[in-house]
C-alpha cells in the first residue's frame, strides 16, 4: 500500500464525560472507557438518509401526518444527541465506499474501494463466470496481471437467487460468510491465482478487527454476503457474529417474521411485484429488513443472528443497514403504478416514502426499547448515519433516461479506449461503473487525453454539461495517481444534477455520484446524558470510525487510516 500525503480533515476533538459508572467487563483487559460509561455502540446506517430528512421526519412537515413528527424514535434521540448536519459520505458515495469509510475511516484512496462493482489492474478475473454475468477470466500463477472488472455484491454468492445466498446446509434465511463461493472472486496472480476474499480486498484494518483484537464482542449485518468486508483485514475472525441474508434474492413468505410496525410476512408481501429482487417493492422491503432488525434485537440479547445460540455478551460494536429508505426513495412500482421519492425539493415525502421512514423509525423504536428491557440503555451509544444519500430529492431534476446510450463509458468503449471487462460493447458482462457518476478505467493511461477530448466534445449528450470532469492534478489531488494505484479510475466524471446513466424506468433517483443530495447524509451520536447540540461544521462519515474508537476506550490511532490520512474523531459535547 502507498502511504499519500493527505491534508488532515480538521475537527474539535473533545472527550465526552458522564456521571455513569461502567459496570465490570474484560473488553479490552480492563481499557474500558470509565469516563463516559460507555460499553458498547450500535451502529445504524439508513441507506439514503440526508441530513435534511432527519429535520423534517424529527420536527415534523406541516402538510404531512397533521404536522406532527413521523419519526418519534429519532426525535427521542436527537433530545439527547449531537447532531452534524454538514455531513459527508465518501466520493464515490455508493455503498460499497460509503461503509467502507464508516467503518475504517479512510478514503478510496486509502482503502481501494471505488465501487462495489470496480476495475484493478493487478488482478484478474474470477475462474467462472459470476452470477451477473462478469467474466470468467484467464490467471496464469506469476504472470503478469490481465487487469479485470472486480465484483463485491450479490454476484459472487453460491446461488445469489436463494435468501441464504446458496450457502449449504444453512437455513432460508440465513446468509452468512459461507454463501459467498471462492471461484467467482477475482483472481490475485502474484499469490497463486488464488481468489481475492472481501476482507483482502479492503487495505486498511477497520473497527471491527481492532475492537476484536482489543478483546471485545463484535457483529454487523448487511445486505450481501460480500459485505464482510467490514472484518478487514483479518477476515471472520473479527466477526462473534455476521449476517447478510441477500437482498437481490428472490422474494419468498418468511414464515414466524413480523414487522417492528406488526405486519405478518409468512405470505409474500406483494405478490404482483417483480419478485426477483427484494428491492422491487415498497412492501417487500420491509420484510427483508425486518430479518436484520430481528437479528441486531438478538444481538441486544446476547445471542447469536437467528437466536439459535449464545455470544459471550451483547457486541461492544454492532449494527445494520436498512435499505427500506433507499428503496422508498427511488423505486417507481410498475406492477400497482406506486410511485416513491419526495415531492419537492424541501424533502417533502410521499405516502410510499412516508410509510419506510415509519418503518425505519418503528425499528429503531424497537431496539431502544429492547435496551432498556436488558439495562443497557444509559451505557450504549448509538450513532445513526448513512452509506450514502440519494440523487435528487427533487423529483423534476431527474433526466436519468433521456441519455440511456451516451454515457461517458459508452462514448470510450465504441472509440476503443476500455477494457472489454469494462466495455459496454461486451455482451455478456457486468457492465461499467456508472450510476450518477462515471467511473472510467481505460485500456491505457496513456489514452486519459484523447478520452477527456471525446467526453468535452460530446458534453450535451452525454449529461455533463454542467458536470466536472476530473483526470491528472484534479484527479490525483484526492486520489492516487492511475499510473501507480490499480485500482484509481484514470477519469472520474460527475455529471449535470438529476442525470443517471441508466434506462431504467423503475427508478426516478440514484447515488453514487458526488452532487449534495448523494453525500450530505444524516449523521447522530445519541446517549442518555448528552445536552443535544447542533454542528455545522463539515464532518465526513470516515470520522465515525475513530470515534467509537474513542467512545470505547481505545486508542483511534489504531486504526492505519487515522494514522495515514489524519481522519479526526468527531466534534463532540461533553455529557452532563
Same mark, same amino acid.
Given at each position: 500500500?502507498?502511504? &499519500? ?33 460507555? &460499553?458498547?455502540?450500535?451502529? =445504524? ?5 440526508? /441530513? ?31 447532531? #452534524? ?5 465518501? +466520493? ?20 481501494? %474501494? #471505488? #465501487? ?10 474470477? +475462474? ?27 454476484? =459472487?454468492? %453460491? ?17 452468512? $460468510? ?44 448487511? +445486505?450481501?454476503?460480500? *459485505? ?14 455476521? *449476517? ?55 444481538? =441486544?440479547?446476547? +445471542? ?19 435499505? /427500506? ?92 479506449? $476500455? ?44 449529461? %455533463? ?13 484526492? *486520489? ?10 484514470? $477519469? ?8 443517471? *446513466? ?75
Amino acid at each position: 500500500m502507498k502511504i &499519500r500525503k493527505t491534508i488532515a480533515l480538521l475537527s474539535f476533538a473533545a472527550c465526552v464525560m458522564s456521571t455513569a459508572i461502567a459496570q465490570e467487563n474484560d473488553f479490552h483487559q480492563g481499557h474500558i472507557n470509565q469516563r463516559n460509561g460507555i &460499553r458498547r455502540v450500535l451502529l =445504524i446506517s439508513v441507506d439514503g438518509m440526508h /441530513a435534511v430528512d432527519l429535520l423534517n421526519c424529527a420536527n415534523g412537515i406541516s402538510t404531512l401526518n397533521s404536522g406532527k413528527p413521523y419519526c418519534p424514535a429519532l426525535a427521542a434521540l436527537a433530545n439527547t444527541g449531537v447532531n #452534524y448536519v454538514a455531513a459527508s459520505t465518501s +466520493k464515490p458515495s455508493d455503498s460499497f465506499p460509503g461503509l467502507t469509510a464508516i467503518v475504517t475511516g479512510g478514503s478510496p484512496a486509502l482503502t481501494g %474501494i #471505488y #465501487y462495489d462493482v470496480a476495475y484493478s489492474r493487478n488482478l484478474d478475473g474470477p +475462474k467462472v463466470q459470476t452470477g451477473n454475468g462478469n467474466g470468467p477470466g484467464p490467471c496464469t500463477p506469476g504472470a503478469a496481471p490481465t487487469g479485470f472488472t472486480t465484483e463485491y455484491e450479490e454476484g =459472487i454468492d %453460491i446461488d445469489k437467487t436463494k435468501l441464504n445466498g446458496g450457502a449449504h446446509g444453512a437455513s432460508l434465511t440465513d446468509g452468512t $460468510i459461507a454463501s459467498i463461493d471462492p471461484n467467482k472472486l477475482p483472481q490475485d496472480p502474484a499469490n497463486g491465482c488464488n481468489g481475492v476474499l472481501p476482507w483482502q480486498f479492503v487495505r486498511t484494518n477497520s473497527i471491527f478487527t481492532v475492537i476484536h483484537q482489543a478483546g471485545g464482542v463484535t457483529a454487523w449485518s448487511d +445486505k450481501h454476503p460480500a *459485505y464482510s468486508s467490514v472484518s478487514a483485514p483479518i477476515g471472520p475472525a473479527a466477526l462473534d457474529d455476521f *449476517y447478510a441474508p441477500e437482498i437481490n434474492s428472490n422474494v419468498v413468505g418468511l414464515p414466524g417474521v413480523t414487522t417492528p410496525t406488526g405486519i405478518s410476512c409468512a405470505a409474500v408481501l406483494d405478490p404482483g411485484s417483480d419478485l426477483t429482487a427484494w428491492t422491487n417493492s415498497f412492501q417487500n422491503i420491509q420484510c427483508y429488513d425486518t430479518l436484520k432488525v430481528d437479528a441486531v434485537l438478538n444481538w =441486544i440479547d446476547g +445471542k447469536t443472528h437467528l437466536g439459535a445460540g449464545s455470544l459471550k455478551e451483547t457486541p461492544n460494536i454492532f449494527g445494520m443497514n436498512f435499505q /427500506a429508505l433507499s428503496v422508498g426513495q427511488k423505486l417507481i412500482e410498475a406492477s400497482n403504478g406506486t410511485t416513491g421519492g419526495y415531492l419537492d425539493a424541501a424533502g417533502t415525502p410521499s405516502p410510499a416514502l412516508l410509510g419506510e421512514f415509519q418503518f425505519v423509525d418503528a425499528s429503531i423504536g424497537a431496539w431502544v426499547s429492547e435496551l432498556k428491557k436488558q439495562g443497557l440503555y444509559d451505557s450504549t451509544l448509538i450513532i445513526i448515519t448513512a452509506k450514502h444519500g440519494q440523487s435528487p430529492i427533487d423529483p423534476s431534476r431527474y433526466v436519468g433516461q433521456t441519455i440511456n446510450g451516451t454515457s461517458p463509458v459508452t462514448l470510450l468503449s465504441n472509440a476503443g479506449f $476500455i477494457p472489454f471487462s469494462e466495455s459496454t460493447n461486451n455482451p455478456t458482462g457486468i457492465g461499467p461503473t456508472e450510476d450518477d457518476v462515471s467511473l472510467v478505467w481505460l485500456k491505457s493511461s496513456s489514452d486519459t487525453l484523447a478520452s477527456v477530448g471525446i467526453l468535452e466534445a460530446n458534453a450535451g449528450p452525454t449529461g %455533463i454539461a454542467l458536470g466536472q470532469i476530473f483526470y491528472g492534478p484534479s484527479l490525483t489531488l484526492n *486520489y492516487d495517481d492511475p499510473t501507480v494505484d490499480p485500482r484509481t479510475p484514470d $477519469i472520474i466524471v460527475t455529471p449535470n444534477v438529476g442525470v443517471t *446513466y441508466s434506462g431504467s424506468t423503475a427508478k426516478q433517483a440514484e447515488h453514487g455520484g458526488f452532487a449534495h443530495d448523494d453525500t450530505n447524509v444524516v449523521l447522530l451520536l445519541s446517549k442518555p446524558g448528552f445536552s443535544p447540540a447542533t454542528v455545522k461544521a463539515a464532518v465526513g462519515t470516515a470520522q465515525v470510525a475513530p470515534t467509537i474508537l474513542q467512545a470505547l476506550g481505545i486508542d483511534p490511532q489504531a486504526l492505519d487510516a487515522v494514522r495515514v490520512e489524519g481522519t479526526s474523531v468527531l466534534p463532540a459535547v461533553q455529557l452532563k
